[in-house]
């Protein structure tokens, strides 16, 4: 993994594009909080964010690189409708009732988001409209399926299948056979939303501190978060480490698994060329169980993404690999030039569904994590229901930390041949449910 970092970590489209230029002190004296939160990321200054707006603000996020060094700074930046890949599957765990409590809860995330960026008048190019693609026939059904799941979740939102040549009043590309263009998705330049998010919480009174990660925990009604500088004493502490928890906290560590997803985005394209690639300038995803997501930014560049269908490994060059797909889907765009080519890696659990939570050993110490690359939507409501159970508890807060966690077992010393099994599965068992 060491040696693929640096690609991974290259220069990418947010952080060349970042509209924040702030930068948070290094933690370098002991402090006393409430509440300590490990992780700079949406989950880590959204459920910050979401106490600090409850009265809640003696908070401390401590960063181990800089805010957005994780998924939150890499991202697609697609906005999709929901929470979880398949939400129907936890109803053997929360049954009837509580699958309508958790309907309700995945249609809220994009509305926060949308209202946090406007409350806060945050820059982050918020932008409406998704597109959901089919490829073949089968999709096409299953497209129209979700059509109606889509407008029952959501009776006011302007939502519409469409199929044949209609599509290409969608996206500019002959791939596709049918596709929903759904008014309640869009894209966010990501980077910038959480920019905005952390300076929202630190007029609220929340202290950040990057560059400091933490070495140890030690827990007890009164947990210390060691730092290699500096020291914080909380009564309650907050995991939001996501894929780069690296193990320091073995219980909820051995609960995901690490797999990778590669970008491009392109030189600035001309708006003739962005029109036909996107005629409502939305984002895109097939519906296939390992998809491939694009948008045109606010700049015009055609970010693009994927990952491993079958086998997971790095791809050798990103940009090469991602073009090919490109090119598959937009001839028009073969020639065009990349101008950046990065990944990140997502942690994944093994249902697929976000985990929120506290640690058995210390039921003040809460965790976040394995929204299974698909978070920017999710971590905003997910986080609001965590904010909940930190603070004064709910019910929701309640029914979502009693989804079971289950353990990966040699997720360590097997990564890649247990990610190339896990793909097989979910691209098998994806094509006998109709995507
Ligand atoms: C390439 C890629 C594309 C994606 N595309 C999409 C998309 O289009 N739509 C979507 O919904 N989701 C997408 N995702 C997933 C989404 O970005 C993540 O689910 C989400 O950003 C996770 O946020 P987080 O705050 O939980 O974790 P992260 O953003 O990963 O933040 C975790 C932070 O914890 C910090 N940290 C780790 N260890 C320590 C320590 N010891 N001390 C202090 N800090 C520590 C890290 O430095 C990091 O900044 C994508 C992910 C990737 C990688």
Known sequence: M??????????????????????????TQDLDVDVVVIGGGFSGVNTALELAEKGIA??????????????????????????????????????????????????????????????????????RGYGYLAVNQRQARTLRKWEKEFRDAEPDEDIQYVDGPAVQGIVGSDVYCAAIRHMGGGHVHSLNLLLGEARAAVSLGVKIFE???????????????RTNAGIVRARKLLWACDSFLDGLEPE????????????????PLSDAVCAQISPFRGAYS?????????????????????????VEYFPADYAAWNRDLLRGLFPYLADVKIDYAWGGAMACSANLFPQIGSLSRCRNAFFVQGYSGFGVTPSHIVCKVLAEGISEGS????????????????????????MTAAKSWHQLSGFFNGR
């Open 2 to 27: 060491n040696k693929h970092r640096s690609r991974l970590d290259a220069v990418n489209y947010y952080t060349a594009t970042r509209k924040y230029d702030v930068q948070y002190p290094r933690l």
């Open 286 to 310: 097939d519906i296939s169980p390992v998809i491939n997501y694009f948008r045109v930014t606010a700049e015009n560049r055609l970010l693009f993404g994927s990952a491993t269908r079958l």
């Open 395 to 418: 019910a929701r807060y309640d029914l979502m930390s009693s989804i079971p966690h289950a353990r990966i077992l040699g997720r360590d010393k097997a990564r890649p041949a247990i």
């Open 211 to 225: 560059n400091s990660p933490v070495t140890a925990v030690e827990y007890g009604d009164t947990i210390i978060v």
């Open 58 to 127: 003696n908070i401390a996020i401590l960063e181990a690189r800089h805010l957005g060094y994780g998924g939150t700074g890499r991202n697609g930046g697609q906005v999709m409708a929901g929470i979880g890949h398949d939400i129907d599957a936890m109803e053997k765990h929360v049954g009837p009732d509580g699958m309508n409590i958790l309907f309700q809860i995945a249609s809220e995330g994009a509305g926060i988001l949308r209202a946090r960026a406007e409350k806060y008048g945050i820059n982050a190019d918020v932008h």
């Open 252 to 267: 909820i560590s051995s609960r995901t698994i690490n797999t990778y997803s590669f970008q491009i985005a392109t030189e």
